[in-house]
């Protein structure tokens, strides 16, 4: 059975940092396309970043390009997301999903609120 948990996301002011957490269960992350995807308050899904299964490019939405990195461990099946000088834009419930549903989260997402 798939299942994707997702943890780290907390309050943090602007400018601070944060690693999210997606531990992944019934399936390889390293053999399948990944993504960290966010929806904010009152809008819709957004894409932030996803990650090739091999050879391990990745791409980034324009709004966090520079300052997110995505990562995995094989080792420990899970997948990461770095999360560098936030902005309170950043606000949002972050979920992590895997190719072809990956605009279709079933996890419950991890909550990050930037704000002072």
Not at 8 to 21: E, I
Not at 95 to 104: A, L, R
Request: net charge positive.
């Amino acid at each position: 059975q798939v299942q994707l948990v997702e943890s780290g996301g907390t309050l943090v002011q602007p400018g601070g940092s944060l690693r999210l957490s997606c531990v992944a269960s019934g399936f390889a992350v390293n053999t399948n396309i990944m993504y960290w995807v966010r929806q904010a308050p009152g809008k819709g899904l957004e894409w932030v970043s996803s990650i090739n299964s091999g050879d391990n490019v990745s791409h980034y939405a324009d709004s966090v390009k520079g300052r997110f990195t995505v990562s995995r461990d094989n080792t420990k099946n899970t997948l990461y997301l770095q999360m560098n000088s936030l902005k309170p834009e950043d606000t949002a419930v972050y979920y992590c999903t895997k190719h072809p549903e990956w605009d279709s989260p079933r996890s419950q997402g991890t909550r990050v609120t930037v704000s002072a």
